[in-house]
């Protein structure tokens, strides 16, 4: 395995290499809740970088997307939301919070809102999958597994 770099940057923005869990390489911008993550191993490579850039500019942008979507996509059935739930979608203010976006090596990603106050984003929150600029999936995070090495 090749030294991977220690900072990264485009658009104005820098990322340095923070610890992760499961020593996946990451990066992170000090001033946004965005991070790069690479695996296998490796430095990503510009066109990720340049999104990660663009994803930490505008992420109050993306995160509306991402919220308009899940109160789009939330009221299917499937998703188990009481009809209390359901109305937090039609209000004004969103009931999502805390947002913070993952840019993987392979140019996917994902806005997770690490705060609602949905049943279904009791304990890690709720995701938001992005193709490009568009959301095209919610992530049901309710199941997921937290690994602490420690």
């Keep these: 395995m090749s030294k991977l770099s220690q900072t990264l940057e485009a658009r104005g923005i820098r990322f340095e290499r923070v610890d992760s869990p499961n020593a996946l390489p990451c990066w992170a911008p000090s001033s946004e809740p965005v991070s790069i993550v690479v695996e296998p191993p490796a430095d ?11 994803v930490a500019i505008e992420l109050e942008r ?5 919220a308009d979507f ?13 009809p209390d739930e359901i109305a937090l979608l039609s209000a ?12 993987w090596g392979d140019g996917t990603w994902m ?3 690490g705060e609602s106050s949905l049943r279904i984003a009791e304990e890690f929150g709720i995701g938001v999958n992005f193709n490009g600029e568009q ?3 919610i ?3 309710s199941d997921a597994e937290y690994v602490d090495e420690e």
Excluded: H, K, M, W
Aim: aromatic share 8%; net charge negative; charged share 25%.
């Design 44 to 54: 990503p490579g510009e066109s990720v970088i340049d999104l990660a850039a663009r």
């Design 62 to 66: 993306f995160a509306g997307r991402a």
């Design 70 to 82: 899940l109160c789009d996509g939330l009221q299917d059935p499937q998703y188990g939301l009481t």
């Design 92 to 103: 004004a203010e969103r009931p999502f919070d805390s947002p913070e976006a993952v840019i």
């Design 111 to 113: 806005i997770r809102f």
């Design 135 to 137: 959301p095209v999936s």
């Design 139 to 141: 992530e049901n995070l």
